[in-house]
């Protein structure tokens, strides 16, 4: 079935610093999606992208479309402790119209 | 504004034992319903979604079952539980668009 890759798939890093993820698949997707699941809690939806090459910004979160619909990117600038979590990519399929998962990226901020 | 509820928060059930699941949403109106289970904090693996009322698409074979009796309510079930079974378990719900928002999840242990 369809896959999304999700890489890094941990990050430790040091608050201050901005942090870079990527989900990429061999299909193309129509609408990518990212979210954040905090230790014992459901994912919360942080930033929703419809178009390829779109880009947006959510505070100091910005996601991106990638041009070729196979792949979307998160950065995160200026880390803080509260941004610790797992992120989730996730894509709308175009050929089956569902919503597919990547595996999470977990972020740790040492202060 | 809509949000969703589940219950209970953790359960602890022996082997063998029945299981039953409850979510609700509030604030929207037939709206699309899934179940999804996460094992070790990672993945998210879609087990059953429905349109409406009475209406369940199961994605993977298993020792688990879902019913929708009333618009806003789901329910995950099982009459015998495996050890298998256990996992941190999500509630989500779309409407017309792609983005799915997640109750704060069940987590099952199975002993």
């Known amino acids: 079935g369809q896959q999304l890759n999700q890489s890094p798939q941990s990050m430790f890093i040091q608050e201050g610093e901005d942090v870079s993820m990527n989900c990429t698949s061999s299909?193309?997707?129509?609408?990518w999606l990212w979210y954040k699941q905090e230790p014992g809690e459901g994912p919360v939806l942080l930033i929703a992208l419809y178009k390829a090459g779109e880009l947006t910004s959510n505070g100091r979160l910005t996601a991106q479309f990638g041009i070729t619909r196979k792949d979307s990117f998160l950065n995160i600038s200026a880390s803080i402790p509260s941004d610790v979590g797992i992120y989730f990519c996730?894509?709308?399929?175009?050929?089956?119209?569902?919503?597919?998962f990547g595996q999470g990226t977990t972020l740790q901020v040492k202060p | 504004s809509q949000t969703i509820h589940q219950w209970p928060a953790t359960l602890v059930q022996p082997v063998g034992s029945p299981l039953s699941l409850e979510c609700t949403v509030e604030?929207?109106?037939?709206?699309?319903l899934y179940w999804y289970r996460q094992a070790a904090g990672r993945g998210l693996q879609l087990l059953f979604y429905?349109?409406?009322?009475?209406?369940i698409s199961s994605e993977v074979p298993q020792n688990l079952s879902a019913s929708r009796p009333q618009d806003r309510q789901f329910i995950l079930s099982s009459k015998k539980l495996l050890l298998s079974d256990s996992g941190f378990y999500l509630c989500?719900?779309?409407?017309?668009?792609?983005?799915?928002?997640f109750g704060p999840g069940t987590r099952l242990t199975v002993t």
């Open positions: 299909s193309i997707f129509n609408t």
């Open positions: 989500a719900w779309s409407a017309s668009s792609p983005e799915q928002y």
């Open positions: 429905s349109v409406g009322i009475g209406q």
């Open positions: 604030g929207t109106s037939n709206p699309n």
């Open positions: 996730a894509g709308l399929s175009s050929n089956t119209g569902k919503l597919i």
